[in-house]
T-cell receptor
Framework: AQSVTQLDSHVSVSEGTPVLLRCNYS??????LFWYVQHPNKGLQLLLK??????LVKGINGFEAEFKKSETSFHLTKPSAHMSDAAEYFC???????????FGTGTRLQVFP | DGGITQSPKYLFRKEGQNVTLSCEQN?????MYWYRQDPGQGLRLIYY???????QKGDIAEGYSVSREKKESFPLTVTSAQKNPTAFYLC???????????????FGPGTRLTVL
């Protein structure tokens, strides 16, 4: 069965420094992968998605992610954190058999001034 | 404005009562979904519907029921059979290409249900 692992439950950075949120997945085939962001008590918003096109995917708000099949990773990065980036981030993979989405447990990003 | 609305934002229920959560979308999307979110966990799929008058169980459907009588509406009923209903409930929709796993899902703002 497919799975997705977010390697850090919490990440803290200073404003203006780079952000790295790590995600590893398991999938038999070339998966669809997503990153969603959730601000407190809000719904989820799509940051970016990978569906077997370019391996470097650019998303909204300066975020990007690189699909690395050899490492089964899809890490999310941003060159310079902003205070408004503080939120919960979810890595998501599509299940090969059921075609449903499988959500990671989330990484809470804190940004300090 | 196009989007997904959920109501109410907060809902309190006594044990043994059924409650219905509303989800409406004006995006003209074919597919709609209900997820449950608990602290420290990812979202778990309760039910989904790809077309009017048809819906499928997700991973945690026990104790829940849905209907899809209109394309824009997908209400979720939390029944008294759901043993631990306190959670944050999220509704989503997508234009389905036939493969829901590749479609971008758009989420509503959520309903927080608390059982007293």
């Amino acid at each position: 069965a497919q799975s997705v692992t977010q390697l850090d439950s919490h990440v803290s950075v200073s404003e203006g420094t780079p952000v790295l949120l790590r995600c590893n997945y398991s999938s038999s085939y070339s998966p669809s992968l997503f990153w969603y962001v959730q601000h407190p008590n809000k719904g989820l918003q799509l940051l970016l998605k990978y569906t077997s096109a370019a391996t470097l995917v650019k998303g909204i708000n300066g975020f990007e992610a690189e699909f690395k099949k050899s490492e089964t990773s899809f890490h999310l990065t941003k060159p310079s954190a902003h205070m408004s980036d503080a939120a919960e981030y979810f890595c998501v993979v599509s299940d090969d058999n059921t075609d449903k989405l499988i959500f990671g447990t989330g990484t809470r990003l804190q940004v300090f001034p | 404005d196009g989007g997904i609305t959920q109501s109410p934002k907060y809902l309190f229920r006594k044990e043994g009562q059924n409650v219905t959560l509303s989800c409406e979308q004006n995006l003209n999307h074919d597919a709609m979904y209900w997820y449950r979110q608990d602290p420290g966990q990812g979202l778990r799929l309760i039910y989904y519907s790809q077309i009017v008058n048809d819906f499928q169980k997700g991973d945690i459907a026990e104790g829940y029921s849905v209907s899809r009588e209109k394309k824009e509406s997908f209400p979720l009923t939390v029944t008294s059979a759901q043993k631990n209903p306190t959670a944050f409930y999220l509704c989503a929709s997508s234009i389905t290409s036939g493969r829901i796993g590749t479609d971008t899902q758009y989420f509503g703002p959520g309903t927080r249900l608390t059982v007293l």
